[in-house]
């Protein structure tokens, strides 16, 4: 078992930074790939970055490359996610989760976190 905090959610205007960050405890952090993925109101989960288990492999979206960047250290049991230029369309909930290996699908992460809120004001 796997259980992941996220935090570092807030308010920030269009154009500024904020980073997320997930904390894990449980089986060993370090054996699964990590995501993050992020939900607004009346819309599907979407899928934004995810990191091999080694944090030699990252992947992106389309709609955050360039401006996010996913990151994770072993030995502290976090992941992290840099996002930059931020846009009012970022606004949303924030999920990290854990599978065996990298995936931009939601249904194949075996562990969530409870979410963190970013919100993006124009």
């Known amino acids: 078992q796997v259980q992941l905090v996220e935090s570092g959610g807030g308010l920030v205007q269009a154009g500024g930074s904020l980073r997320l960050s997930c904390a894990a405890s449980?089986?060993?952090?370090?054996?699964?790939?990590m995501g993050w993925f992020r939900q607004a109101p009346g819309k599907e989960r979407e899928f934004v970055a995810a990191?091999?288990?080694?944090?030699?492999?990252?992947y992106y979206a389309d709609s955050v490359k360039g401006r996010f960047t996913i990151s994770r250290n072993n030995a502290k049991n976090t992941m992290y996610l840099q996002m930059n230029s931020l846009k009012p369309e970022d606004t949303a909930t924030y999920y990290c989760?854990?599978?065996?290996?990298?995936?931009?699908?939601?249904?194949?992460?075996?562990?969530w976190g409870q979410g963190t809120q970013v919100t993006v004001s124009s």
């Open positions: 449980g089986r060993a952090f370090n054996n699964y790939a």
């Open positions: 989760g854990g599978d065996p290996v990298p995936s931009d699908y939601y249904n194949d992460y075996e562990y």
């Open positions: 990191i091999s288990w080694d944090g030699d492999t990252t």
